[in-house]
């Protein structure tokens, strides 16, 4: 088998079957051995684990976890790297390969069929234009999940980690920390990836927990309201809920709750922690938890 995750070999593939990079799925093949080590060391895959690797590329990282894992699923959308899934992981027969849109795929389904509906881990270098579309599938359509082990753009890393105060608070940030305690892993420089991306990359691990930091009477609520909150970033939260279709509320409510939370009635929903958002979402259901 050959080895990937160098620039010889890799080269070499691509050559082979005259592979097409195709800029519209997001394909930069990492060439660093070092940082697939990390990636994989900090997945923290054992025999007993189910992965789901999410655009194995020419599955680089494929074979690596082929050798930790009991049984990868490696779902790729670009058909053109099918047939050179199957040369480089003609050895690895704990791999179920799937030619298909992961944002089409039910992987609540996947989790059920392959891994009798316990947790699963999932690992990807992902293609970052559906990088907040597909974290956030994983966790409110409540994939079962150890951990998401992932490289993304270092901007978006940093998203998940920040708190209130900063431009880069948003609804990606509150999920995240909803459902899952987020580190970052390493930095990843643009040359060790082919073609070399103009962005700098991190790998960031989030672990999610087995209960929620905080608790609310009805979840789905709470991100209708962080949504909103930050689809109107420029309005008060009252105006930003009260003009959200669905859920009926009025100006005149969220003042009121936000008098009860002792905040002013012109706060803004990007100071708001997501304790406050709990509470908030709390008392505008009228619940008491
Ligand atoms: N894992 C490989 C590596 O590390 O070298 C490739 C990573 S590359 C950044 C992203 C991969 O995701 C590409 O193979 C791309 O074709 C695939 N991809 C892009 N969009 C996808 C989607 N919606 N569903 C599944 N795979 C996708």
């Given at each position: 088998?050959?080895?990937?995750?160098?620039?010889?070999?890799?080269?070499?593939?691509?050559?082979?079957?005259?592979?097409?990079?195709?800029?519209?799925?997001?394909?930069?093949?990492?060439?660093?051995?070092?940082?697939?080590?990390?990636?994989?060391?900090?997945?923290d895959i054992t025999?007993?684990?189910?992965?789901?690797?999410?655009?194995?590329?020419?599955?680089?990282?494929?074979?690596?976890?082929?050798?930790?894992?009991?049984?990868?699923?490696?779902?790729?959308?670009?058909?053109?790297?099918?047939?050179?899934?199957?040369?480089?992981?003609?050895?690895?027969?704990?791999?179920?390969?799937?030619?298909?849109?992961?944002?089409?795929?039910?992987?609540?389904?996947?989790?059920?069929?392959?891994n009798g509906g316990?947790?699963?881990?999932?690992?990807?270098?992902?293609?970052?234009?559906?990088?907040?579309?597909?974290?956030?599938?994983?966790?409110?359509?409540?994939?079962?999940?150890?951990?998401?082990?992932?490289?993304?753009?270092?901007?978006?890393?940093?998203?998940?980690?920040?708190?209130?105060?900063?431009?880069?608070?948003?609804?990606?940030?509150?999920?995240?920390?909803?459902?899952?305690?987020?580190?970052?892993?390493?930095?990843?420089?643009?040359?060790?990836?082919?073609?070399?991306?103009?962005?700098?990359?991190?790998?960031?691990?989030?672990?999610?927990?087995?209960?929620?930091?905080?608790?609310?009477?009805?979840?789905?609520?709470?991100?209708?309201?962080?949504?909103?909150?930050?689809?109107?970033?420029?309005?008060?939260?009252?105006?930003?809920?009260?003009?959200?279709?669905?859920?009926?509320?009025?100006?005149?409510?969220?003042?009121?709750?936000?008098?009860?939370?002792?905040?002013?009635?012109?706060?803004?929903?990007?100071?708001?922690?997501?304790?406050?958002?709990?509470?908030?979402?709390?008392?505008?259901?009228?619940?008491?938890?």
């Open positions: 088998m050959t080895e990937l995750g160098n620039r010889r070999n890799t080269t070499e593939i691509i050559q082979k079957y005259q592979f097409a990079f195709q800029k519209k799925f997001g394909q930069n093949f990492l060439i660093d051995s070092s940082i697939l080590d990390k990636i994989i060391e900090s997945a025999k007993q684990d189910c992965v789901l690797e999410i655009g194995p590329g020419i599955g680089t990282m494929t074979q690596r976890l082929a050798a930790e894992a009991g049984e990868v699923i490696a779902v790729e959308i670009d058909r053109n790297l099918i047939p050179i899934l199957h040369d480089t992981l003609a050895d690895c027969d704990n791999v179920t390969l799937i030619n298909e849109d992961i944002l089409k795929v039910d992987i609540n389904r996947l989790a059920q069929e392959h316990r947790p699963i881990k999932v690992v990807a270098n992902l293609p970052y234009y559906i990088t907040t579309p597909i974290i956030m599938a994983l966790f409110e359509k409540h994939v079962p999940l150890q951990s998401v082990t992932i490289m993304v753009q270092k901007e978006v890393a940093d998203r998940m980690r920040v708190g209130p105060g900063t431009k880069d608070y948003g609804a990606l940030s509150l999920a995240v920390q909803y459902y899952a305690r987020p580190e970052i892993i390493t930095r990843v420089p643009a040359a060790c990836f082919m073609p070399r991306p103009n962005v700098d990359s991190t790998v960031i691990r989030l672990t999610r927990y087995e209960k929620p930091p905080v608790e609310v009477g009805d979840e789905e609520r709470l991100f209708a309201i962080i949504r909103a909150s930050f689809n109107q970033r420029r309005k008060t939260l009252a105006n930003g809920l009260a003009n959200a279709g669905g859920l009926g509320v009025s100006r005149a409510q969220v003042e009121e709750a936000l008098m009860e939370m002792g905040l002013p009635p012109a706060t803004r929903g990007e100071t708001l922690t997501l304790e406050r958002f709990a509470e908030l979402s709390n008392l505008l259901a009228g619940e008491d938890v």
